[in-house]
């Protein structure tokens, strides 16, 4: 079992940063791949961020590459997303998840456990 609590959303104007965190308890969250997922009103939830286990590996949606930088630490049973030059399209829920591996945690039907999500806005 892993439950995962995200923080650090909030309101942040156009061409700003974010930092937003995970923190997994339960002994698997070394275990498993992590990823962040967004869902924007009306729209489905993608996944924008996802890590491998030991953080070796990491893939990224296209909408985001070189802007969001996903990271873990496995010490203090925590992933991160750092999200920078935010731009309005960003805003949604931001939604933090676990997996047995990378392939099934970018993927919302193969996600294994899911946190209650952060509110993340972008004004123009």
């Known amino acids: 079992q892993v439950q995962l609590v995200e923080s650090g959303g909030g309101l942040v104007q156009a061409g700003g940063s974010l930092r937003l965190s995970c923190a997994a308890s339960?002994?698997?969250?070394?275990?498993?791949?992590m990823g962040w997922f967004r869902q924007a009103p009306g729209k489905e939830r993608e996944c924008v961020a996802a890590?491998?286990?030991?953080?070796?590996?990491?893939v990224y949606a296209d909408s985001v590459k070189g802007r969001f930088t996903i990271s873990r630490d496995n010490a203090k049973n925590t992933v991160y997303l750092q999200m920078n030059s935010l731009k309005p399209e960003d805003t949604a829920v931001y939604y933090c998840?676990?997996?047995?591996?990378?392939?099934?945690?970018?993927?919302?039907?193969?996600?294994?456990?899911w946190g209650q999500g952060t509110q993340v806005t972008v004004a123009s």
């Open positions: 998840a676990a997996g047995p591996s990378l392939q099934t945690v970018v993927i919302v039907t193969t996600t294994t456990y």
């Open positions: 339960g002994r698997t969250f070394s275990m498993s791949a």
């Open positions: 890590i491998t286990r030991s953080g070796s590996s990491t």
